[in-house]
Nanobody, 124 residues
């Protein structure tokens, strides 16, 4: 089983940037899909971005396109989410997730393991 630990959240002003990290440990990562989701207070958890560990494809929610960049460092077993031009509506708990079973990468049920989340707060 893969274990995931997020870090990098915090408080930032609108227009600022943050980089989230997701450190993975445990079983082999070949074939895994790594995703970022977020959940704002009173809202459902929503997809942000995903990356294929082996083939490095990427996918973004419309809200993230042009502002967020997902990447990975295979040597460090870490996935990153660089977030630029942050807006107050980006405020949420951000979760890292890993999935082996395939399926639609924007759906939570495609992921088998989740991190504990990291809070991102964007002030106006």
């Amino acid at each position: 089983q893969v274990q995931l630990v997020e870090s990098g959240g915090g408080l930032v002003q609108a227009g600022g940037s943050l980089r989230l990290s997701c450190a993975a440990s445990g079983r082999a990562f070949s074939g895994i899909t790594m995703g970022w989701f977020r959940q704002a207070p009173g809202q459902e958890r929503e997809f942000v971005s995903a990356i294929g560990w082996s083939r490095s494809w990427t996918h973004y929610a419309d809200s993230a396109k042009g502002r967020f960049t997902i990447s990975k460092d295979n040597a460090k077993n870490t996935v990153y989410l660089q977030m630029n031009s942050l807006k107050p509506e980006d405020t949420a708990v951000y979760y890292c997730a890993g999935g082996y079973s395939g399926g639609t990468v924007s759906q939570q049920r495609s992921y088998d393991v989740w991190g504990q989340g990291t809070q991102v707060t964007v002030s106006s």
